[in-house]
């Protein structure tokens, strides 16, 4: 069975600041992750993927996310944290072997940053 | 592009009543997808087409109707909308590889008293 885990449900973190987002995952195989971005009355937003590769995978808006398969592990971080960064953030996952409407959504994380 | 579309943005109904939401997406996309969104809950997909003509059952169907009568729009059938039934919904779309991302819609915010 697929799931994410999103451990916090609300981040805050002072502007200008590093900020991470944690996400843990279980998948059957190897998995396929993804972080999107909700802003307020809006449509989730694509950020950014981890396929194959190069671990440390970078986005929009300069987030990027790490690959841990040891820790099952798909922490979104970003080194200075900006205001309009404040959104609902949600991490997803999907086994390789499975189809495309096998995508599992996290419970999301608020950041909200203090200006 | 538009992208993605969704109509209606907001909608209230009583118990019983009826409506359909409508998506459409210019991108020539294979898939596309119903979520609802609620509270503490994350997304959870009611129901899916991988191409035209053709529907299938996600995590929380009961109470839904789909049809893909064209590629590009996927329709959502409430046939007796019960209060449970409010929530947010979103329409996504994607190419067929589990590796794409689904492009969402703006959603539509479903009351029902």
Known sequence: AQSVAQPEDQVNVAEGNPLTVKCTYSVSGNPYLFWYVQYPNRGLQFLLKYITGDNLVKGSYGF????????????????????????LYFCAVISQRAGANNLFFGTGTRLTVIP | NAGV????????????????????????????????????????????????????????????????????????????????????????????????EQFFGPGTRLTVL
């Open chain 2, 5 to 100: 579309t969704q109509t209606p943005k907001f909608r209230v109904l009583k118990t019983g009543q009826s409506m359909t939401l409508l998506c459409a997406q210019d991108m020539n996309h294979e898939y596309m997808y119903w979520y609802r969104q609620d509270p503490g809950m994350g997304l959870r997909l009611i129901h899916y087409s991988v191409g035209e003509g053709t529907t299938a059952k996600g995590e929380v169907p009961d109470g839904y109707n789909v049809s893909r009568l064209k590629k590009q729009n996927f329709l959502l059938g409430l046939e007796s909308a019960a209060p449970s039934q409010t929530s947010v919904y979103f329409c996504a779309s994607s190419h067929p590889q589990g590796a794409n």
């Open chain 1, 64 to 87: 990027e996310a790490e690959f841990n398969k040891s820790q099952t592990s798909f922490h979104l971080k970003k080194p200075s944290a900006l205001v309009s960064d404040s959104a």
